[in-house]
């Protein structure tokens, strides 16, 4: 199969981590051209405590806007419990996502509890979702490497993905939160993995802080990983993780793929249009290479509309 689904993850673990945050016009703005840009799936909120994560205020005002007009792109949030839910059931988001952790001091640092009593809230949440029949992602994070207790057992996170599917959850994103993830160790994750469940239900959501998140791709698709997390010009992290700098560049990540022949849907050229303004607008460089070079010319057509 050569199709990958990109879930676009820069409007929340992108922004979530900037220091700048930005205002509701310029969240719509950097959304609308996600979407203008091909991007079919994209993360834009979250609905968590403002005292945790102030750059996720706001989301149901924002996606209240977004389905003002009939979206050509399906959107999500994040949730982390209950009361997550209620408050994104009054918007028509139809897509949120759960996060996990896999080891018990990272998942008190991000949602101040255990992994067991996060589970339960999951199912809580889980239930509230379809029965307003929105369907649920799942994240684990710290899958491959933790900041506090270092190495993760690929049983719990095996054990924890059959949960979050026996749960309900359409696909579990494996996530490796703090970027120490060589290939070997993906592979090996995988092929473990693959045992227990289909793998079109699994996507890795690979940060680039050590620069292997490109060769950790190319391990997934290989074992048959098409689903990807990205974040627009590698912004972003995870504001309880020290490290977790720099999601996998949207548009690092599309180069490659076209180059190998596989289709994402995006136009990587109208895409990278929008890389000075959101530097401007967070006032920093973006990490992406592609944004600091652009594209070759003989590579321009094959990234553009119909080709892509
Ligand atoms: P808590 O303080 O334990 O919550 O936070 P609580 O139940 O004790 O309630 C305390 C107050 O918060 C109450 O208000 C609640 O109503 C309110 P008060 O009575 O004091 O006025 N509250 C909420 N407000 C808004 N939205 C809510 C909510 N829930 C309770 N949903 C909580 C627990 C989970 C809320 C908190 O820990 C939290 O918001 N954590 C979010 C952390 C976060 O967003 N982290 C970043 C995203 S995860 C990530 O980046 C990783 C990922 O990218 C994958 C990867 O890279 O691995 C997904
Ligand atoms: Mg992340």
Redesign the pocket.
Known sequence: MNRVQIVE?GP??GL??EARTLSHEARLRFIEHLVHSGLKRIEVG????????PQ?AGSEELIRTLYGKPPAARFSA????????E?ALRTPIPEV?I?G?CTETFSRK????SIAESIE?FQAVTKLAKAHKRIVRG?????LGCPFEGAVSEQKVIALTVAFLKMGVHEV?I????GVATPKQVRSLLTKLKRKVPLHKIAM?L?DTRGTALANVLASLDLGVRVF?SSFGGL??????DG?SG?LATEDLIYMLHGMGFKTGVDLDKLLKFSLQIESEIARKLPSRLAAAGLPKVAQKRHKGPYA
Do not use: E, K
Not at 46 to 53: E, G
């Open positions: 993850v929340r673990d979530q981590n979250a609905f968590v405590s403002p005292q945790w994560v996720m994040l949730v982390p419990n209950v009361r997550g839910m408050d996502a996060f952790a991000n949602i101040n509890c809230r994240y684990l994070s710290v899958a994103s996530g490796d939160t703090i959501h940060h997390d972003g992290g995870c504001p309880y993780a977790a999601n």
